[in-house]
């Protein structure tokens, strides 16, 4: 604005400049208009895949359809099994990746001396976040599925899930570790608190909820995936509830992605409910984790 | 003890990449480089089988290549107007509401690919498969949307205030501010988002999977079924495949195609986002 003010002065305000001006103006608030636009067009966006798919399976949606195992008549066909598979998948992820993520986080932020090993870790977790979750679904398969034998089981899926997520883990840690003022930790050594004291009475607890927000948003991604699963090999159509972590399973996307392969549009209407399930579930696991953070901004405030 | 915690993620990578040298090794012992690298024929399951990698390189090109497309102006434009235009509140309201984009499941995307955005090109442009790259890209191209916008308004807000400022002063307008200086300014960061983009775009299975079908084929025409590289890792997987077999090592080699790919990707655009983060402080 000042600038214009400045260009139109100098010139003595010819009329030419001035309408240039006008129209530079015009031209900005078209663009801005664009701009507005395309941040917007996405947004409408999002509600439209919500929107269909609750429109497309809205008729599905029930009780029945929540309490039932798949069937080949797509009107009987239910969620049950995929909804159980992907809660004890969901667990026993969590199971594996917490502790993991959370002692790697704590090594490197609390213990490790800066160096090239610490370096070359970073520098590998964030090349592990850019790999396509189907190349850990390739891992999984030859690793967990033939090496150690596991078969296609709960556990292999979960083991396979939980390397998927574990540099999102960690990187969230590491974050929630670092908002912990240095003083407090001054303050326990001080008291004669020694290291792994201070780790777990004042810095884990400090840092909990930013820990707790970054895990949950993980095991989010994780019920979510379908790939990897795919690639390890969970069975597509399962009549019975998993028993043990070494039973054959499914989960919420992989039936899913069962009833859009099929050809008839009865299941694309099961396909549809299943996902407004699946996007409630992802929904409250998210719900949570904002829940958490707004705590953790209210208590880091003092 | 501790540390060997930290080790785990070291030791994911030694594995993926272990496993997939040793499966790949065994994929060459049977099938030539020459065939690999030189057919653009992929017919594995075959009596008479071709293993030419460029049917599929050409799917997974083509799809991503329409995702950039689609998802590079509308997240640059959305950028723009986040860091350029918006107020502050919106601009904190609007952003974390983009990114739900991107942590919705891919296999509802596909989904909406499949249902939704074929059928409505398909009204559009006649003679468009049920399953083809166009729906399948466009939908790709609005899943990755968010990190190209996210990183390139990361990028662009990185620009020094004083820059704006300077072309202010020498009489700019705000438009011609914002495409003299702040853009090519920002150029690199915005390289490494779209480069993210096509990295991402690249590895994503499951929209390809469902809306492109599964038919390899060397082709450029976004019209017609095709296969990507991560479309074939699901549709062998699909069937049982006996360990140890060639069909079975197919999928490690195509993987490891894959993961050249996507890490060369990312270590380019690692690149890029240092030199800006070492340029401008934020």
Known sequence: MNGEATRLGASGGGLAELRQSVAGHGAERTFRAICLLALLLPLLLLATVIVDAVADGAARLGWGFLTSFPSRHADKAGFLPALVGSGALMVLTAAIAIPLGIGAAVY??????????????EMNISNLAGVPSIIYGLLGLELFVRVMDLGRSLIAGAATLALLVLPMVIMASREALRTVPNSLREASLALGGDRWQTIRKVVLPMSMPGILTGIILSIARAVGETAPLVTIGALTYVAFLPDSIGSAFTAMPIQIFNWISRPQADFHANAAAGIVVLLAFMLVLNGVAIWLRLRLQRRLEW | MLAL??????????????????????????????????????????????????????????????????????????????????????????????????????????????????????????????????????????????????????????????????????????????????????????????????????GETMIVAIAAGQQPRFTLDPRVPIETMTAYIVQVSLGDTPSGTLAYRTIFAVGMTLFVFTLVLNMVAHRLRKRILGGAAR
């Open chain 1, 108 to 121: 490197l932020e609390e213990y490790a001396k800066r160096g090239r090993m610490t370096a070359l870790i």
């Open chain 2, 5 to 202: 915690f930290a080790a785990v993620s070291l030791l994911t990578t030694v594995g993926i990449i272990a496993v997939l040298i040793f499966e790949t090794a065994g994929f060459f012992r049977e099938v030539s480089f020459r065939e690999f690298f030189g057919s653009t024929e992929w017919t594995p399951l075959f009596a008479k089988p071709t293993f030419g990698i460029w049917a599929l390189v050409s799917g997974t090109a083509l799809t991503s290549f329409i995702a950039i497309l689609t998802a590079l102006p509308l997240g640059l434009l959305a950028a723009i107007y986040l860091s350029e235009f918006a107020k502050d509140r919106v601009r904190k309201t609007l952003k974390p509401l983009m990114e739900v984009l991107a942590g919705i499941p891919t296999v509802v995307y596909g989904y909406f690919a499949l249902t939704f955005v074929t059928p409505l090109l398909q009204k559009l442009i006649p003679g468009l498969a049920g399953f083809n790259a166009l729906g399948a890209g466009i939908v790709m191209g609005i899943m990755i949307l968010p990190i190209i916008a996210s990183l390139s308004e990361d990028a662009i807000f990185a620009v020094p205030r004083s820059l704006r400022e300077g072309a202010l002063a020498l009489g700019g307008t705000k438009l011609s501010t914002v495409f003299r200086v702040v853009l090519p300014s920002a150029f690199s960061g915005i390289g490494a988002a779209v480069i993210l983009g096509v990295s991402r775009a690249i």
